[in-house]
């Protein structure tokens, strides 16, 4: 009896540890263990993933999903803001658990911000049911994305209270880099539109460059040009290959090009920077040793690129890399060779290569995986060869400069005859001159067009919306010195997305064009602007107006869309609208904002009202 009562005096002492532990082992059973669970909020509109990442190397590649979630995996906690494992046949797993801690749901999508990897999966599980997969990579048809972009996005909705599990499998051959964003939808439009910009100014600078040197090669016929166009090219191939543009743009089903042009365009770098080495540096005259070496530079990629698609994209690739960097060191010890010798315009030379030099090297560490990858180490050849670019380019001018005033001085001290070859030359030279400005001239209209084109709407062609807000904020000013009253009118059209969900979203664009040129055409003053604020809304902004002057515009433009039928040869509308109006005299520059609040307020309540009406005063009489 005494023994019994013991062991129950024992299991009463230690039964709520055993509880306690029980329960321990169900939880960490039921759900995966998490670096750090992110618990995101409305304000936080961007988050870099790597901080709250685990991640699992799989040397086999044979791990499925139900594998990788079993308790008995082995993650490790990321200690990188962007996880880089270089160049690895293995497949790598990554995983990060978010909650949502807003009362209502969000989607965000998730980015992962590297075009060139071949294999990325997708599991998304919400309290331990998986909810969605999604397969992508360069290396699978460019249609099989959930989502149009040269990144891998995924959309994700958080709920309150869910807890949300995100698996990715990544399997490469290029360097197995996986920068992880996770972006609300609004932001992405922005960073968007910023990074489009970016690029729509690198490459249409490169691309004016890269034309008007050609057109200096045809004029001169100096093979130097050449030599440099083709080193443009070359670069912006790479750089749109490794961006995911070329893909995007000129190849979506044809993966196999993917890898190929990439170390295609490396190659053809390498040899073309050797050819214009050779070529400006004079060395087949001067430095025979080191013209040999610059030959066999040039030599060698035809290798990589004659196997670039035949041979294993991972050692091609290691191996046109080194070549690469091999052939910047050797074109930047050749160019300070010769600027030893005496050549002046060496040094231009070196000086656009250092560019390259520091770029090339970095940009090579970073794809071996010896640097880790940030903002810097993935533009740096962006920005490194643009620099070349344009101070090549200063170089070849240097150079052409040199030569000419080395001939001068020599055919001031000739004959007559030589006197007479002299004239000729700077005629030569003086309608060069005229061409370099003419192109200047080219050149600066081409960037005032992509200027308009930046600030345009592409559908309606009226003014998008971050233009619209550059000339508010001239126009708010303007009123507030003046004291003059400034209207805005929000104008959204009636029932849209049922027109979208009938007839399709090519009517809807009609639509949408018509529904602008009419709100265009019932403004009559040059100081009134409208634009596309989003979607199917429009915003319409009237200096020195009142309240019931931009009211009076506002029924004009519900009589002009009443008046107009939308006809496309299949199906037929009549659109309507609400629009809502705010006026005021601005009391400061900086509650521009309240103006736009106003007039959206007024909107929401000509919808609520029964919509295709003018609000502009709640209780007041509508239009």
């Known amino acids: 009896m005494s023994s019994h009562t013991g062991l129950f005096r024992l299991n009463s002492k230690y039964s709520h540890l055993v509880r306690r532990a029980l329960l321990a082992f169900l939880f960490c059973h039921a759900f995966p263990v998490y670096a750090d669970a992110l618990s995101l909020t409305s304000d936080l509109t961007r988050v870099q993933l790597g901080p709250y990442v685990d991640y699992m190397e799989d040397p086999s590649g044979t791990l499925t999903i139900d594998q990788a979630r079993a308790p008995s995996s082995r993650w490790l906690n990321s200690d990188q803001d962007i996880l880089n494992f270089g160049y690895s046949a293995s497949a790598y797993w990554l995983r990060v658990g978010l909650t949502q801690a807003e009362a209502l749901p969000e989607t965000y999508l998730l980015e992962i911000a590297y075009p060139v990897l071949d294999h990325v999966e997708v599991y998304i599980f919400e309290n331990g049911a998986q909810v969605a997969y999604h397969s992508m990579g360069d290396q699978q048809p460019y249609f099989q994305r959930p989502i149009d972009h040269t990144h891998f996005l995924v959309p994700i909705a958080l709920h309150p209270t869910v807890m949300t599990s995100v698996y990715l499998r990544v399997l490469s051959t290029s360097a197995v880099q996986v920068p992880l964003n996770l972006t609300q939808e609004l932001t992405m439009v922005e960073i968007n539109y910023n990074q489009g910009m970016i690029k729509a100014l690198y490459y249409g600078a490169m691309l004016i460059m890269a034309v008007y040197n050609l ?110 960097v091999v052939g910047i060191v050797a074109g930047f010890w050749a160019a300070i060779v010769r600027w030893r ?4 315009a060496a040094k231009y030379l070196n000086l656009a290569w250092t560019f390259v030099l520091a770029g090339g090297i970095v940009f090579a560490f970073n794809k071996l995986g010896i640097l880790p ?47 007479a070859l002299l004239d000729q030359q700077i005629k030569a030279n003086e309608d060069l001159d005229r061409l370099v400005q003419h192109r200047a001239a080219e050149l600066q209209e081409a960037n005032e067009r992509l200027e308009a084109l930046g600030a345009t709407d592409s559908l309606t062609l009226l003014l998008n919306r971050r233009a619209f807000e550059d000339r508010f904020l001239v126009e708010y000013e303007r009123a507030y010195r003046n ?68 009211a009076s515009i506002g029924q004009a433009i519900l009589d002009a869309l009443a008046c107009m039928i939308v006809d496309d040869g299949q199906y037929t509308v009549t659109l309507t609208a609400s629009i ?37 005063q709640p209780g007041a009489p509508s239009l």
């Not at 010798?341 to 002046?344: L, N």
């Not at 399709?504 to 596309?532: E, P």
């Open 215 to 324: 057109l200096v090669f045809f004029s001169i016929r100096d093979v130097n040009y050449l030599y440099y166009v083709l080193v443009v090219v070359s670069i912006m191939t790479l750089l749109g290959g490794i961006q995911g543009l070329t893909f995007k743009y000129l190849w979506p089903n044809t993966t196999e090009l993917n890898d190929s042009i990439l170390i295609v365009a490396l190659s053809s770098l390498v040899i073309f920077s050797a050819l214009l080495f050779r070529r400006f540096l004079d060395t087949p005259n001067t430095r025979p040793v080191l013209d040999r070496v610059m030959l066999l530079i040039a030599i060698l990629p035809l290798f990589t690129m004659a196997t670039a698609f035949y041979l294993p994209y991972r050692p091609l690739v290691q191996t046109t890399i080194v070549l690469a």
């Open 341 to 344: 010798d005496g050549f002046e």
């Open 373 to 419: 990858r940030n903002l810097f180490t993935e533009n740096v050849m962006q920005l490194a060869t643009g620099m070349q670019a344009l101070l090549l380019s200063f170089a070849l001018a240097y150079r052409m400069n040199s030569e000419r005033d080395l001939r001068e001085k020599a055919e001031q001290e000739s004959t007559a005859a030589q006197k």
């Open 483 to 550: 004291q003059s009253s400034l209207a805005v009118l929000m104008v959204d059209l009636d029932h849209f997305k049922h027109i979208n969900d009938s007839y399709g979203h090519l009517f809807g664009d009609v639509c949408l064009t018509h529904a602008a040129q009419a709100i265009k055409n019932s403004l009559s003053r040059a100081s009134d602007v409208v634009a596309r604020y989003g979607g199917e809304e429009f915003i319409v902004m009237l200096p020195d107006t009142d309240t019931q002057g931009a």
């Open 580 to 616: 809502g109006v705010a006026a005021h005299i601005p009391r400061s520059t900086s509650d521009r904002e309240t103006l736009l609040k106003e007039a959206d307020q007024h909107l929401y309540l000509a919808k609520g009202n029964g919509r295709n009406r003018v609000e502009w």
